[in-house]
């Protein structure tokens, strides 16, 4: 009898032991870990450092064509404001006077030439170096100078030929003939009165000044937006592209530094050399 109740004692508790977990798992559940709260997150808002200044609009393929000889100016071949090809002819002087002074030194030159011949032959040196003839110090100074005479008229022509060439000015770039000193033929004009100014609208930028104490923040590269006078409503995106080396002195006996920002493509000619402006540089 006492096997009996022992045996079923056991199973009794083990059936109880079962049945308060169960109750346990389904009232209370599985313990479990907190959560850790959250982590408190910041929006802040990036600062952005601009560097302003103010400057003007500039252009960096400029041609400024003069004569080397004064003269008469004879043709002009095109007006203020027109489009000018690389290589076209712009104008010309009166060349009459320089054709007959190259014939002049032409027939000098003959000349040398011919007493330069005649003094080989009389020291019968025939194109011979002086060193390997046999000749006095009198006679070698004769036929020296007769070389020095020849070689000189030889450059008197290559001037004259040169100057009658330069005669005719040929624009070097393409662009707008931005001003002429003296655009009526017929003229007489002297190198520095007669002068052609050709620019390429298609090379222009904005050049600004920065003072010393900021240009240490600006760099190549950098964004930089540029407002013109001429266009007050408009903001022209660039970049800068170069800083300048040497400082220059300001209006107000600073110092600062030249820099130059690109502008977006002049289309019909938008931007014109001189528009003043502001630019702002972003440096951060």
């Given at each position: 009898m006492k096997r009996f109740w022992r045996k079923p004692s056991r199973i009794v508790l083990i059936i109880l032991?079962?049945?308060?977990?169960?109750?346990?798992?389904?009232?209370?559940?599985?313990l479990k870990p907190e959560k850790p709260a959250p982590p408190e997150v910041s929006v802040v808002q990036p600062e952005i450092n601009t560097v302003s200044a103010s400057g003007k609009v500039e252009a960096k393929d400029v041609a400024n064509l003069t004569f080397q000889t004064s003269g008469q100016l004879a043709w002009?071949?095109?007006?203020?404001?027109?489009?000018?090809?690389?290589?076209?002819?712009?104008?010309?002087?009166?060349?009459?006077?320089l054709e007959k002074d190259?014939?002049?030194?032409?027939?000098?030159?003959?000349n040398e030439r011919w007493d330069f011949e005649q003094s080989q032959d009389d020291y019968n040196v025939e194109g011979?170096?002086?060193?390997?003839?046999?000749?006095?110090?009198?006679?070698?100074?004769?036929?020296?100078?007769?070389q020095f005479d020849l070689d000189s008229a030889v450059l008197d022509v290559e001037i004259k030929d040169l100057t009658n060439k330069?005669?005719?000015?040929?624009?070097?770039?393409?662009?707008?003939?931005?001003?002429?000193?003296?655009?009526?033929?017929?003229?007489n004009i002297t190198p520095?009165?007669?002068n052609?100014?050709?620019?390429?609208?298609?090379?222009?930028?904005?050049?600004?000044?920065?003072?010393?104490?900021?240009?240490?923040?600006?760099?190549?590269?950098?964004e930089a937006k540029v407002t013109l006078d001429s266009y007050p409503d408009?903001?022209?995106?660039?970049?800068?592209?170069?800083?300048d080396f040497v400082a220059s002195p300001t209006a107000g006996g600073g110092t600062a530094f030249g820099v130059v920002i690109s502008l977006p493509e002049n289309t019909n000619f938008k931007f014109k050399v001189g528009m003043n402006g502001d630019a702002e540089i972003s440096v951060k």
């Open positions: 032991a079962i049945i308060l977990i169960f109750l346990g798992l389904r009232f209370f559940g599985p002009v071949g095109i007006k203020e404001g027109e489009t000018v090809k690389k290589w076209q002819t712009i104008a010309s002087l009166d060349k009459r006077e190259l014939k002049k030194k032409l027939l000098a030159y003959m011979r170096q002086l060193e390997k003839v046999i000749l006095s110090d009198a006679e070698k100074r004769i036929l020296e100078k007769a330069l005669a005719t000015l040929v624009s070097p770039i393409e662009g707008i003939l931005a001003h002429i000193d003296t655009p009526i033929a017929g003229v520095a009165t007669a052609f100014t050709i620019i390429d609208p298609a090379s222009v930028y904005f050049k600004t000044s920065v003072d010393e104490a900021d240009i240490s923040k600006v760099q190549v590269g950098q408009e903001v022209f995106g660039g970049k800068v592209q170069r800083i």
